[in-house]
């Protein structure tokens, strides 16, 4: 992930998640070298975090605008965010009901915030920096997923 690796060992704490199993990038040279989007206005020298605002609306994040709607209005072709009982279930079960995907990053961002100067990269620059996910099977790209 975008940031040092002293960032990779509080994210690999916080969410208990295995250490070998991230990358420190940061300078961003991976995501770059990889094609992921640079997010709005990369060359801009504007207050990155600034250039989240248009972001949020899908402005430099293809797709962000529509995810975020997705999340209120919920989803009949996804599977349900919750595996366990929620007040959810009143508007049904075994799809993504409204407001769950929401309510979900709704709790990562209370868990993450309280950790943003620990987590985020030094280079504030890379706060727009779009990611994603990619799996290889040797060096063979097989399935590639851009963040939006």
């Known amino acids: 992930g975008l940031g040092s690796p002293q960032n ?10 295995p250490l070998e199993g991230l990358y420190a990038d940061p ?7 990889l094609g992921f989007s640079p997010g709005f206005a990369p060359g801009a020298d504007i207050n990155p975090y ?13 797709g962000t605008l529509q995810e975020v709607i997705r999340g209120y209005v919920g989803d009949r072709s996804a599977k349900p965010v919750f595996n366990s009982a ?5 508007l049904g079960t075994n ?24 987590l ?8 727009v920096q779009q990611g994603g996910t990619l799996m290889f099977r040797g060096t063979d790209v ?7």
Not at 50 to 62: R, W
Not at 86 to 90: H, L, N, S
Not at 97 to 117: C, Q, Y
Request: proline share 8%.
């Open 50 to 62: 600034l250039k989240l605002l248009p972001m949020l609306a899908g402005i430099g994040s293809p």
């Open 27 to 33: 300078t961003g040279a991976c995501y770059s070298a």
């Open 142 to 148: 097989v399935f590639r997923h851009d963040d939006s």
């Open 86 to 90: 929620t007040p959810f279930d009143i």
């Open 95 to 118: 799809y993504q009901r409204p407001f769950e995907l929401a309510t979900l990053r709704l709790f990562n961002m209370v868990g993450i915030l309280p950790k943003w100067g620990d």
């Open 8 to 17: 990779a060992r509080i994210f690999s704490s916080t969410l208990d998640f």
């Open 120 to 127: 985020s990269p030094s280079d504030t620059r890379l706060l």
